[in-house]
Nanobody, 125 residues
Framework: QVQLVESGGGLVQAGGSLRLSCAAS????????MAWFRQAPGKEREFVAA????????YYATSVKGRFTISRDNAKNTLYLQMNSLKPEDTADYYC??????????????????WGQGTQVTVSS
């Protein structure tokens, strides 16, 4: 099984930046997309950003486009999320996820097979 471990979360003031990392281990030979999702207390888990592992194509939720950047380091088998201009609304647990099988979609939780345990991001105002 693929194991994903997130790191980089923390407390930051509004307008600040954080960089999240997601290290993948295990059998990662079959992957199509990797993504970041977030879940605020009492809210549903929502899509943040996704990236094609093979060609690097990126996709973003409207709420974060222009502020967040998803990237990957194939050699290190690591996914990143650079978060700039953070807002209190960005406060959530952030999860990285990977697809083992092609689902035809990248923005829905049920299309992902592997999940990390999450890293907490708190943006204070």
């Amino acid at each position: 099984q693929v194991q994903l471990v997130e790191s980089g979360g923390g407390l930051v003031q509004a307008g600040g930046s954080l960089r999240l990392s997601c290290a993948a281990s295990g059998r990662t030979d079959s992957r199509y997309f990797m993504a970041w999702f977030r879940q605020a207390p009492g809210k549903e888990r929502e899509f943040v950003a996704a990236i094609s592992w093979s060609d690097g194509s990126t996709y973003y939720a409207t709420s974060v486009k222009g502020r967040f950047t998803i990237s990957r380091d194939n050699a290190k088998n690591t996914l990143y999320l650079q978060m700039n201009s953070l807002k209190p609304e960005d406060t959530a647990d952030y999860y990285c996820a990977g697809q083992k099988y092609y689902s035809g979609a990248y923005s829905y939780t049920h299309t992902y097979d592997y999940w990390g345990q999450g890293t907490q991001v708190t943006v204070s105002s």
